[in-house]
């Protein structure tokens, strides 16, 4: 069989409370954590807002309201999980439908992760394992 190249699309949220701090997951994946924006991929199907809403409401339980695109991938990213697909991730900012929900905000019971808000002065990209990520607090932070 052929290995097929292809892409594999990424949405991510950016939500910011209203102490400035910018909520981030650390998430095991493939034995390795990895800190990263909330969301995921993107299925078959999905436009990418009902992708995020979809993924803030699985991981986190949070149903969330889409403000604004703030960046997609614009070079080249291979994959870190698999030599035959490019990464394209869209990030868009977010806030929650209801603010009450972020005091209660956690990850659900099956997602290996961690939430932590770190303050939006404090966002470097050394905190963060992926080149989009790095990128994208490159140029809002």
Not at 11 to 31: A, F, M, N, Q, S
Not at 75 to 88: G, L, M, N, R, T
Not at 110 to 125: A, C, R
Request: overall charge negative.
């Amino acid at each position: 069989m052929e290995n097929v190249k292809r892409f594999n699309i990424r949405v991510y949220g950016i939500l910011i409370d209203h102490e400035k701090r910018v909520l981030t997951t650390l998430e095991k994946i493939k034995g390795q954590l990895y800190r990263k924006f909330p969301g995921g991929g993107l299925e078959w199907g999905e436009g990418t807002i009902d992708c995020l809403k979809r993924e803030f409401l699985e991981e986190l339980n949070l149903p969330i309201a889409v403000v604004k695109h703030i960046y997609t991938t614009d070079f080249f990213v291979p994959s870190a999980f698999s030599s035959f697909d490019q990464v394209i991730s869209i990030y868009y900012l977010v806030k929650p439908m209801y603010e009450e929900d972020l005091f209660d905000l956690k990850s659900s019971e099956f997602e290996m992760q961690e939430l932590s808000w770190i303050p939006s002065h404090k966002m470097k990209q050394e905190l963060f394992n992926l080149p989009i990520d790095k990128e994208l607090v490159k140029l809002l932070f």
